[in-house]
């Protein structure tokens, strides 16, 4: 235990004890070479949006509106998008909405599994790394997509606030949560047009000046249509942040809606 002596922080003795205790895979439940939660042959079949070593796409979808590319084609973003300049500096989505990716999202949203939130968070901080790796493009700040105060108290946990702790504690980035509220109730956006999810989601939230002139990434757990998170950025970028980055773990493709 000499090691232990040398450790100061709260942080470093949890990792101390964390690397004591191995990581089992959540699907096969063989160890896990690294700190998450699953092996690498069971990360093999997750459904990346992106090509990476000893990964194969799963597909390829433009990051704003969701529109099925070739896999070759060499933007992130479909032609009629990229005309359009997007509010973000940088869309970094790792995975489709499929299996097992909307499992684990709906095991945390809908039956509070919190240890798929901790996998999530992680792997989308190894994606970050991945995409972004000069710490100078990371953001000051990462926000969570905000629930509004009475679904939050009625789930008892905001999901995108569990994902972005996660990943921020990765990647060493404070997540803000209390700086920006939801301050209208919607009613839920599953099954409703982009339209009609535009309407609903406009002026429901509300930024603190804190923000002004930080470097944000706003997180949030499935990109379907995108109108929360316009709505979101709208409101940001009101605000005055220098720069605003969209993190999410999935993507759904156009004509799809995640429930
Ligand atoms: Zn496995
Ligand atoms: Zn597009």
Same mark, same amino acid.
């Given at each position: 235990?000499?090691?232990?002596?040398?450790?100061?922080?709260?942080?470093?003795?949890?990792?101390?004890? *964390? &690397?004591? +205790?191995?990581?089992? /895979?959540? +699907?096969?439940?063989?160890?896990?070479?690294?700190?998450?939660?699953? /092996?690498? +042959? /069971?990360?093999? /079949?997750?459904?990346?949006?992106? *090509?990476?070593?000893?990964?194969?796409?799963?597909?390829?979808?433009?990051?704003?509106?969701?529109?099925?590319?070739? @896999?070759?084609?060499?933007?992130? =973003?479909?032609?009629?998008?990229?005309? +359009?300049?997007?509010?973000?500096?940088?869309?970094?989505?790792?995975?489709?909405?499929?299996?097992?990716?909307?499992? %684990?999202? =709906? =095991?945390?949203?809908?039956?509070?599994?919190?240890?798929?939130?901790?996998?999530?968070?992680?792997?989308? *901080?190894?994606?970050?790394?991945?995409?972004?790796? &000069?710490?100078?493009?990371?953001?000051?700040?990462? @926000?969570?997509?905000?629930?509004?105060?009475?679904?939050?108290?009625?789930?008892?946990?905001?999901?995108?606030?569990? @994902?972005?702790?996660?990943?921020?504690?990765?990647?060493?980035?404070?997540?803000?949560?209390?700086?920006?509220?939801?301050?209208?109730?919607?009613?839920?956006?599953?099954?409703?047009?982009?339209?009609?999810? @535009?309407?609903?989601?406009?002026?429901?939230?509300?930024?603190?000046?804190?923000?002004?002139? =930080?470097?944000?990434?706003?997180?949030?757990?499935?990109?379907?249509?995108?109108?929360?998170?316009?709505? %979101?950025?709208?409101?940001?970028?009101?605000?005055?942040?220098?720069?605003?980055?969209?993190? *999410?773990?999935?993507?759904?493709?156009?004509?799809?809606?995640?429930?």
């Amino acid at each position: 235990m000499g090691c232990a002596q040398g450790l100061r922080t709260v942080s470093q003795i949890m990792q101390y004890i *964390a &690397s004591r +205790f191995p990581h089992y /895979c959540c +699907f096969c439940h063989s160890r896990s070479e690294s700190n998450i939660d699953l /092996c690498r +042959f /069971c990360h093999c /079949c997750f459904p990346v949006l992106y *090509a990476e070593k000893g990964f194969r796409f799963h597909r390829k979808l433009c990051m704003q509106c969701g529109h099925s590319l070739d @896999i070759d084609f060499s933007d992130d =973003k479909c032609a009629e998008c990229g005309i +359009f300049s997007s509010p973000y500096a940088h869309t970094l989505i790792p995975y489709s909405f499929d299996p097992p990716v909307d499992l %684990l999202i =709906k =095991k945390l949203k809908y039956r509070s599994h919190l240890p798929s939130g901790r996998l999530l968070g992680l792997l989308l *901080a190894g994606h970050v790394r991945r995409m972004l790796p &000069s710490i100078d493009d990371w953001p000051e700040v990462l @926000i969570p997509v905000p629930l509004h105060l009475r679904r939050r108290m009625e789930r008892g946990f905001n999901h995108t606030e569990e @994902i972005a702790f996660w990943c921020g504690r990765a990647l060493d980035i404070p997540v803000k949560a209390n700086l920006v509220s939801r301050v209208e109730e919607t009613e839920a956006l599953a099954g409703l047009s982009r339209a009609e999810r @535009i309407q609903t989601v406009t002026g429901v939230f509300q930024a603190s000046e804190q923000l002004f002139n =930080k470097r944000v990434a706003v997180v949030d757990d499935v990109l379907t249509t995108g109108a929360t998170t316009q709505e %979101l950025a709208r409101e940001l970028l009101d605000t005055q942040v220098a720069q605003l980055q969209l993190w *999410a773990v999935a993507r759904t493709p156009l004509g799809s809606v995640a429930s």
